[in-house]
């Protein structure tokens, strides 16, 4: 199998303050991770692509210094919104894809999604 | 940049009746993904495709890989209530995975 699980599934937070959303993959190692960000009805918008060791490589338009990315381990990667507001509020989704080597590392498997609601 | 287009948008079918969506392509592909998404859920993989002109089926779902690698299609067939969601296609990039703007299915009991 491929688990991905996402921690928290709902969290709402005060204006200003930040939000940490993990990401791990449960029986896989990833080398690289995905963040999305995902607006009612409409399709993943990708923000970022974290590679384990690494700084991770964000898509145009995207505050890097908001949005912060951390891929410590093979199997964790975290996004941390830092001061909050409630425009930042919307689905957050990551992924992740097995290390090279795997059969279907092509794959990329996702996880259960963070709703993110800053009143 | 690489853009997908999938088609339709929406669906409202009845219980029972088969169900086919597509995506195209500017750009080539190496290996296309169909996802389901349900409401306040991360999207689910339901089919890979890695060679030109695969067909490859799960169940009720079968899926091609266009022989020139700028399309694919999915199939359901006999869709049940459990099919409601939003269906998503995706191409895989060398790094990234671009997605189609998802099909809206509903179904009517």
């Known amino acids: 199998g491929a688990v991905v699980s996402q921690h928290p599934s709902r969290v709402i937070c005060k204006s200003g303050t930040s939000v940490k959303i993990e990401c791990r993959s449960l029986?896989?190692?990833?080398?690289?991770m995905f963040w999305y960000r995902q607006f009612p009805k409409q399709s993943l918008m990708l923000m970022a692509t974290?590679?384990?060791?690494?700084?991770?490589?964000?898509e145009q338009g995207v505050e890097k210094d908001k949005f912060l990315i951390n891929h410590a381990s093979l199997t964790l990667s975290t996004l941390t919104v830092t001061s909050a507001h409630p425009e930042d509020s919307s689905f957050y989704i990551c992924?992740?894809?097995?290390?090279?080597?795997?059969?279907?590392?092509?794959?990329?498997?996702f996880g259960q999604g963070t709703r993110l609601t800053v009143v | 940049g690489q853009q997908l287009n999938q088609s339709p948008q929406s669906m409202f079918i009845q219980e029972g009746e088969d169900v086919s969506m597509n995506c195209t392509s500017s750009?080539?592909?190496?290996?296309w993904l169909w996802y389901k998404q349900e409401p306040g859920e991360g999207p689910v993989l339901l089919i890979a495709?890695?060679?030109?002109?695969e067909l490859t089926s799960n169940g009720r779902l079968t899926a091609q890989f266009g022989i020139t690698r700028k399309d694919s299609f999915l199939n359901i067939s006999a869709s049940i209530p459990s099919d409601v969601g939003i269906y998503f296609c995706?191409?895989?990039?060398?790094?990234?995975?671009?997605f189609g703007q998802g099909t809206r299915l509903t179904i009517n009991p």
């Open positions: 992924s992740a894809r097995k290390s090279p080597g795997h059969i279907m590392n092509t794959e990329a498997f």
């Open positions: 029986d896989f190692q990833a080398t690289t």
């Open positions: 974290s590679n384990e060791g690494s700084k991770a490589t964000y």
């Open positions: 750009s080539i592909f190496n290996t």
């Open positions: 495709l890695y060679k030109a002109g």
């Open positions: 995706a191409g895989q990039g060398a790094q990234k995975l671009v």
